[in-house]
């Protein structure tokens, strides 16, 4: 083979991988968020070893640092966080929960039964991914709600304590100046009666002394 075929192969091989990372970024970016099998590209009820898996295969497919795609950073971003989700024991079976509601409210929509056969349609596997992501948003908008009710709720009990100890304070300064102003307020009122006991004495002495000037009658 010339040298100029193995480069042709070489670039087209190149352009191909690009092409797959490019696709595979693209793929991520569209998937549902709030959907971790969906970002990944899993089937729910997978192992945890295949989901690893899975993620170590396209991680390394888009990593950042191997593609010149400038979304890569964002894809990446999603995929560690859905591996993450999906590994929480917790939230893997709240969003277990919700595929599986979404599955019950369709067939109850449709009055099917659990052994209907156009479970197994094609069509069927769509309308359960709509619906799941119907459920999905409905639980994040409750979820968001349930949040915003609680940090108001923290938020009134914050500024009911900081009024409560701000009137304390206010007490306390109250009773402070208070005691402050005592030792003041005695010492007023012992002036008071000090000048009290020497203006009655002095009106005595005057009235002894008009007494004795007065001569007696006839």
């Known amino acids: 083979m010339a040298d100029d075929d193995v480069d042709a192969l070489a670039a087209l091989d190149k352009e191909s991988k690009e092409f797959d990372k490019d696709a595979e970024i693209d793929r991520i970016l569209k998937a549902f968020k709030l959907d971790a099998y969906a970002v990944l590209d899993i089937q729910p009820g997978v192992p945890e070893s295949d989901i690893k898996i899975v993620y170590r295969k396209k991680s390394l497919l888009i990593h ?47 009055k099917w039964t659990v052994d209907s056969p156009e479970l197994k349609e094609p069509a069927f596997a769509k309308d359960w991914r709509d619906k799941t ?7 994040e908008l409750r979820r968001r709600k349930q949040m915003k009710a609680q940090m108001q709720e923290e938020g009134r009990q914050q500024r009911k304590e900081e009024e409560e100890i701000a009137d304390r304070k206010r007490k306390r ?45 006839g």
Do not use: Y
Not at 182 to 188: A, C, D, L, N, V
């Open 64 to 110: 950042p640092d191997k593609t010149r795609n400038p979304s890569a950073p964002d894809a990446f971003d999603r995929l560690k966080k859905a591996q993450t989700e999906l590994l929480d024991e917790k939230h893997r079976e709240r969003l277990d929960e919700a595929i599986a509601d979404a599955r019950m409210l369709l067939i109850r929509e449709r």
């Open 133 to 139: 992501r119907e459920v999905l948003i409905d639980g």
């Open 173 to 217: 300064d109250h009773e402070q100046a208070w005691e402050q102003s005592r030792e003041q307020r005695i010492g007023s009122w012992r002036d008071f009666q000090k000048g009290g006991t020497a203006g009655g004495a002095g009106a005595g002495a005057e009235k002894a002394k008009k007494k004795k000037k007065l001569k007696p009658i």
